[in-house]
């Protein structure tokens, strides 16, 4: 049996806060969650989840809402616009507090780096980092764990390449630490303004090996799987900074011509034209299959930190 | 028995699309939902439905929400305001190809005409139009469809009037689609600039009688029917447009006077001044009992694009 | 077993429509509804609640979705921002004979006084008043009533502290009503310019013994209960005068330094600086459980309307 993990009323803040053993296994329970996503359950019948969303979100919101729904369980909630208490100016530590008493289990978006942190600091009921400032995305760093595994048959052994806004995208900064946990051979893809940042890499690159580059073209033929990411305009500072990165890397059909036959591309989505339209039907693409993938993984989390893994 | 009908896994586009035949079976099933909608029901246990509302609705919105969960199904979605991947760029081929994976129907609304269409296209998941630009609202026009025949006992035979903005409103484009499947007589009221567009009549007069006219008082005696519509400020392209017809239409107790004594008076709702609240208490009065048709009329065409009518 | 309590389909407008033998009742269902707010239930199966939010809320809104949730019900409704048929002109008494016909049961929070009392007398389904105007917010009085009770024992026999904006503040005006039925020393702490509204003392001050005054520090000492406002600075017609009374009141260490040993402190939530950080880990501090009792009194409230109190 091995020693049993504890997921019981954890919280989800950061993918650092977890070992390859723990990820395996929340991968592991997301799978057998694909059944479940198809036909429905009870599981969570009874319990809610409220989402509190401080930042825009359709995608994160509403597939936390739809896993929790097909558990059986409820959900309450904002989105951006209608944050009544905080135009009031209540702290964020006063609003968890209170929701923690309507809600059993949390999931907050949030423009500040380390609210979700501070949130589970308060909170009595588990918190689940739903994406806060440009740091953290560990939901989605784990949809993007298991659909490589699904897709490749394994996570070990691969090459991959992370494509784009490396500096600013919460997304790929939570994946490459996840990776790191993998032996793999990392490539990081971006404009010389774009790198990931120093204080990420000396961490990764402790534990795994990692080539940075400019040239899409030269890396494409190498690698099993290819991150691409949307530079984020909401990020940046400076919007000519933006002007001067936009639209810097284009997949097409031409960018894959040599690539593996094999090769999986993925991309959290949103997406400007990262990746052509082109690129849709191809059998490399799957990135929308993604999205299936985030239900089947927030259901596993949702199932853990509730305590209700049978 | 006959041919079977089939609306498994269907889209609901356009009013168009459907036979008289089909629009009858959905009014069939329609019926058949009244005690389920006063009792609740079981039959969409586990469903979801996602409402993406990229355009202010309450009644639509909130109407297939109700239909949902009288069914026992649950809902996703969101409105106007917190489009958050449609501020980051999002087009709306990729927003369905996430949102299918999340839910088992989709009920869309949006500003630009052929955006349903569109969907329809991309999607997995049935997509039902809650109405798109100025051309298509045809789950308003089967609930209309449906409230004219339960008040009259059928739809055949009636001398209808269509009062208002015939031009810029979709809901009455779609209903005179709809009603010329049917045995009426059209009246089609409206000041000159808002005539309904000549690409309409010509399909619509090739079917029934249509009578084209700007005087109302001399209309209504005539009719079984009077159907108001608001006249819609926001989609004018010019306000002084809109200033110089706004308010031309009021119908009061003055303007029934001479109304055939079981004349029904329906709107879409919401209105303006097109009615005068002094009508609301009249028998003629059916404009509030249209809201609950449309749960009913709902509630059938869920069920049966998820194949869930017995 | 004396006069049954009527409380199928009545409406919750305002504070002052319930007897004390009233108030007592439903503080009873409550107490009943607190296992079941910790298990779940299915007395509301297949109701819906309607949330209809003009004005923001957060705290009130997902209580009551919470509380309906808890109770196996579901729910539909807007917040602010989405306010559609309101953008297109709707009045309030047509959007509630438009909704009754989605919903079980209506929550309606709103800027102008009257708007719920209008609303309940056009709609044939339960209004519930969730904060209208200056003037009431009849379920938050409840719960701190609740509140009162469960932390003390009783009410009869109190001396209370009402603290702040006594003037705008609709929630304690609502407090103050109800606490007029109970056998209460009632303390008025506010500054000049936001001292209870005359006709509003006039009232209580016919029931209850009332000290109206400035200085907390002295009144602190003698008090039970303290239950401290926000200055809202929405409701101040003139900018200039919430400047000079903002953060007149602050309530930390200090200033419970000579309080009765069992002192209780209440705030309704938000708070911005009324009360300071370091009170909030002493045993006086009851404000963060006043949001669980919240629930519990709203599904008190939701099962009595909806005559499903067994």
Known sequence: MGVALQFDNRDIISIKDFSRKEINYILEI???MEPLAYEGSNTLRGKILATLFFEPSTR???SFEAAMQKLGGSTIGFAESEIASVKKGENLADTIRTVENYADVIVLRHPL???ARLAAEFSKVPIINGGTGAEEH????LLDLYTIQKEK???DGLKIALVGDLRYGRTVRSLAFALSLYNVKLFLVSPETLRMRREVLNTICEKISVIEGEDLEEIVPQVDVLYATRIQKERFPDPAEYAKVKGVYKI???TISNAKEDLVILHPLP???EISAEIDATPQARYF???WNGIVVRMALLSLVLGCVV
């Open 60 to 62: 994160t919101r509403l």
């Open 153 to 155: 048959g394994r996570i």
């Open 289 to 291: 299959q993604q999205a």
């Open 252 to 254: 097409d059909k031409n």
């Open 30 to 32: 997301s799978k057998t």
């Open 113 to 115: 780096e380390g609210a």
């Open 271 to 273: 997406r400007l034209d």
């Open 138 to 141: 560990p939901t989605q760093a």
